[in-house]
């Protein structure tokens, strides 16, 4: 069975920093498009970053020069890199492999089980 097993969450105070991991296993890590999503209650699950197969990266707007994503397809690892966290980004965090470019929420992929982040005081 296709696993995503996402790690890294907890609770961190305004300004500081947390890394999350996304294991893969059981697919061909190196065909998929990763990203990160992340859901706060009341909310859409939202596309935070997202990184091709050829290493291209996006963001969205709210993190863009916070948050950095990266994988490294020997350890079939995705991370995001969160930095300068704030209050908004406290959410549950979802790991996301797509076959395709581009990650999505639909089509054919696979989802982790989530990683809470949350940023309090």
């Known amino acids: 069975q296709v696993q995503l097993v996402e790690s890294g969450g907890g609770l961190v105070q305004p300004g500081g920093s947390l890394r999350l991991s996304c294991a893969a296993s059981r697919i061909i890590f190196s065909i998929y498009a990763m990203g990160w999503y992340r859901q706060a209650p009341g909310k859409e699950r939202e596309l935070v970053a997202g990184i091709s197969s050829g290493h291209i990266t996006n963001y969205a707007d709210s993190v863009k020069g916070r948050f950095s994503i990266s994988r490294d397809n020997a350890k079939n690892t995705v991370y995001l890199q969160m930095n300068s966290l704030k209050p908004e980004d406290t959410a549950v965090y979802y790991c996301?492999?797509?076959?395709?470019?581009?990650?999505?929420?639909?089509?054919?992929?696979?989802w982790g089980q989530g990683t809470q982040v949350t940023v309090s005081s």
């Open positions: 996301r492999a797509v076959l395709g470019t581009v990650v999505a929420p639909g089509g054919v992929g696979y």
